[in-house]
């Protein structure tokens, strides 16, 4: 109990047992493994600065901010040289270690992929990329449709060239968002928080009864046929629609985007099932904030608190902010 104090009544606080906060969750320094800082403001990335984190990878393959759909592969090459230009000087002005992952979006057909692929291989001996990536067969695209079969060769490509340059991948999963609560205005589109045109996407390619989880299929086929170690592999997005196939049926890691809760539903809360189901040894965490988002650079470190207070024991939080991002990506954090 708590030492008595000189209340004149009893307070609440008479009726608390002692605790021993682990303060040391105050400090941890943590990895965000997905987000595309680079398109954010100035003040956006000093948050994640400011919230401690110490290192992220900044992914260069969004074809949001393409201006014209379909893609051209000189399109996607501009994002990547955009990134690679802007890194340093991002490092240099936030002071955390940025470092890259580039690759071919599926969300919108892109025209000759082939351009990229080609000069792929150049741009992953870069000593900034670090991951190729996020890439992964997507049901539906904006816009234009893009086949099952085109999409999976190309996921497979980067994959067999991440193998030759023994980096990891980062696989975009498609969610199985939430039911809102009730819809938005007539023209509003998806949300006001996603500044996607989403009257423009394109009939879906994959209409079964679980297409979102499909589609991970496919790509787990494609990274076994390309000689790709399950290891090496990252399931961005994951969520309850893809969590036991993941780790049941692969060695693959899982990261869980919980910078945009609202949208896609996914919360620290399911980071703790995940942990209490599965262990902590191949969960992380990113929050995948974009320019195109209503997103929050604070999610990581508020999730650091949450998992605490879910029960989650501070040896798996760190496991899951730090040691597993840093194993994976060979960040330099210590």
């Known amino acids: 109990m708590t030492t008595p104090t000189p209340t004149k009544r009893p307070t609440d606080a008479a009726h608390l047992d002692d605790i021993d906060p682990p303060r ?63 890194r340093a000087a991002i490092e240099r002005n936030h002071f955390f270690e940025a470092k890259l992952g580039l690759g071919v979006h599926t969300g919108v057909r892109i025209e000759n992929p082939d351009e990229l692929l080609t000069a ?8 900034e990329v670090v991951a190729v990536g996020e890439t992964g067969v997507v049901p539906s695209q904006h816009v234009s449709a893009w086949g099952v079969d085109e999409q999976q060769a190309v996921v497979q490509a980067q994959m067999a060239l991440a193998r030759d340059h023994d980096l990891p991948v980062i696989l975009h999963t498609p969610n199985t968002s939430t039911d809102a609560k009730r819809p938005y205005r007539d023209g509003l589109g998806v949300t006001p928080g996603y500044e996607k045109n989403a009257g423009l996407g394109a009939d879906p390619v994959l209409d079964g009864e679980n297409p979102a989880l499909d589609a991970v299929r496919l790509d787990v086929e494609a990274m076994r046929d390309a000689g790709l170690d ?57 929050t995948d904030c974009a320019n195109v988002l209503r997103t929050d650079p604070y999610a990581v470190k508020r999730a650091i608190f949450e998992l605490y207070r879910y029960g989650i024991d501070p040896e798996d939080i760190r496991n899951v902010v730090l040691e597993n991002p840093r194993e994976v990506f060979g960040f330099e954090t210590e």
Do not use: Q
Request: proline share 3%; with cysteine; charged share 25%.
């Open 24 to 86: 040391e969750l105050l400090t941890l320094p943590w990895i965000d493994p997905h987000n595309h800082a680079h398109t954010l403001s100035w003040a956006d990335r000093e948050r994640y600065a400011l919230a401690g984190c110490r290192s992220m990878l900044m992914v260069a393959s969004g074809y949001h901010w393409t201006p014209y759909k379909p893609v051209e592969a000189d399109d996607v090459r501009f994002l990547w040289d955009d990134a690679i230009n802007r």
């Open 120 to 127: 792929m291989d150049a741009y992953c001996a870069l000593d």
């Open 230 to 286: 399950d290891d090496r592999v990252v399931a961005s997005h994951a969520d309850a629609n893809n969590t036991a196939y993941l780790m049941e049926e692969t060695d693959c890691y899982l990261s869980y985007t919980i910078g945009h809760s609202w949208l896609i539903g996914v919360d620290a809360a399911d980071v703790a099932d995940a942990i209490d189901e599965y262990g902590s040894d191949r969960i992380l965490i990113d």
